[in-house]
């Protein structure tokens, strides 16, 4: 009997002691991963500053912040549950009691959906990576309206169409350059075209100011509507240059099959175009132009 208590006894003590390694080993690897999710919260939240300082230089739009923030929140919401598993972990890890309960129920399978998410964190950070470059090299390119509409126009004529290829192709070039070295990844190029007009107002009985009211649908408008209906439709007939440099550029771009391109064009109306020139004046043709934005996000 003697014996027999000292061998249970020696059983039990061998049992707790490798549980007590197996509790160690668990809290080490929870400990790495919290700090990985804590990493990757910082990385997300640099790159959230840096597209707000871009948009603050004039080198982003609204359109491509709204883009990069909803694609960031994807990220936080993986990010978030993550930590929620890691704080289940924590709060059984407490007691040894309840680890030893939930060792195989909860915590072994925690953990392992925490360590394969934490193994594909060099993937996303070769997202991230794209992301920040994206935005380093992120401008806006500026096309002056006089180099293609006459004046009161918002069709390019055909004599400056080729004119217009030659200025529009950078920005073309520009943004297959980006997308080809992210190849690998499915992603989406957003071209914007943004129209502006200056202060002055259009005359009343024109050809042009009819066209607007016909396509603003009203009998009669103000200038400021006006012009936002002008602005509006010089953005969509560049939006349509581009569409046709793209299609013509179309087999220069790598794994085709895995890139979404879509287009924005939007009509400024009389807003100010570059917020760093403060002595605009109300018929200044420096507000007289389109701006182009482009970006591309991995989906």
Do not use: H
């Given at each position: 009997?003697k014996?027999?208590?000292?061998?249970?006894?020696?059983?039990?003590?061998?049992c707790?002691?490798?549980?007590n390694?197996?509790?160690?080993?668990?809290?080490k690897r929870v400990f790495?991963?919290?700090?990985?999710?804590?990493?990757?919260?910082?990385?997300?939240?640099?790159?959230?500053t840096?597209?707000?300082?871009k948009?603050q230089?004039n080198?982003?739009?609204s359109?491509?912040?709204?883009?990069l923030?909803?694609?960031?929140a994807?990220s936080?919401?993986?990010l978030?549950?993550?930590?929620?598993q890691?704080?289940?972990?924590?709060?059984?890890?407490?007691d040894?009691?309840s680890?030893r309960k939930?060792?195989k129920?909860?915590?072994?399978?925690?953990l392992?959906?925490l360590?394969?998410?934490?193994?594909?964190?060099?993937?996303?950070?070769?997202?991230?990576?794209?992301?920040?470059?994206?935005?380093?090299?992120?401008?806006?390119?500026?096309?002056?309206?006089?180099?293609?509409?006459?004046?009161?126009?918002?069709?390019?004529?055909?004599?400056?169409?080729?004119?217009?290829?030659?200025?529009?192709?950078?920005?073309?070039?520009s943004?297959?350059?980006?997308?080809?070295?992210?190849?690998q990844?499915?992603r989406?190029?957003?071209?914007?075209?943004?129209g502006?007009?200056?202060?002055?107002?259009?005359?009343n009985g024109?050809?042009?100011?009819y066209?607007?009211?016909?396509?603003?649908?009203?009998p009669?408008?103000?200038?400021?509507?006006?012009?936002?209906k002008?602005?509006?439709?010089?953005?969509?007939?560049?939006?349509?240059?581009?569409?046709?440099l793209?299609?013509k550029?179309?087999?220069?771009?790598?794994?085709?099959?895995?890139l979404k391109?879509?287009?924005?064009?939007q009509?400024?109306?009389?807003?100010?175009?570059?917020?760093?020139?403060?002595?605009?004046s109300?018929?200044?043709?420096?507000?007289?132009?389109v701006?182009?934005?482009?970006?591309?996000?991995?989906?």
């Open positions: 009997m014996k027999l208590i000292i061998f249970l006894t020696g059983a039990i003590l061998m707790s002691c490798i549980g390694k197996k509790i160690a080993a668990v809290k790495a991963i919290e700090a990985a999710i804590q990493a990757e919260n910082t990385e997300i939240k640099n790159i959230s840096q597209a707000d300082v948009l230089e080198k982003i739009d359109n491509i912040l709204t883009r923030d909803k694609r960031l994807r936080q919401a993986q978030n549950a993550a930590q929620g890691v704080n289940q972990l924590n709060e059984i890890l407490k040894k009691k680890t939930n060792y129920s909860i915590v072994l399978p925690l392992d959906s360590q394969k998410q934490n193994d594909e964190y060099a993937k996303r950070l070769s997202l991230y990576m794209m992301i920040k470059e994206g935005l380093s090299v992120a401008d806006f390119k500026q096309f002056d309206l006089a180099a293609f509409f006459g004046p009161g126009k918002y069709l390019i004529p055909e004599d400056k169409i080729d004119i217009a290829a030659v200025s529009f192709a950078p920005v073309v070039d943004l297959m350059l980006f997308s080809n070295k992210y190849s990844y499915a989406t190029a957003t071209l914007i075209i943004l502006f007009a200056d202060g002055t107002g259009i005359s024109s050809e042009l100011y066209t607007l009211l016909d396509e603003l649908r009203k009669q408008a103000e200038k400021e509507e006006l012009n936002q002008l602005s509006e439709l010089r953005s969509k007939e560049l939006i349509k240059q581009m569409t046709g793209y299609l550029k179309a087999t220069g771009f790598k794994e085709a099959d895995k391109i879509e287009y924005i064009g009509g400024k109306g009389e807003a100010l175009p570059v917020s760093s020139i403060k002595d605009y109300v018929d200044d043709e420096r507000r007289r132009i701006l182009c934005y482009w970006v591309v996000l991995p989906d």
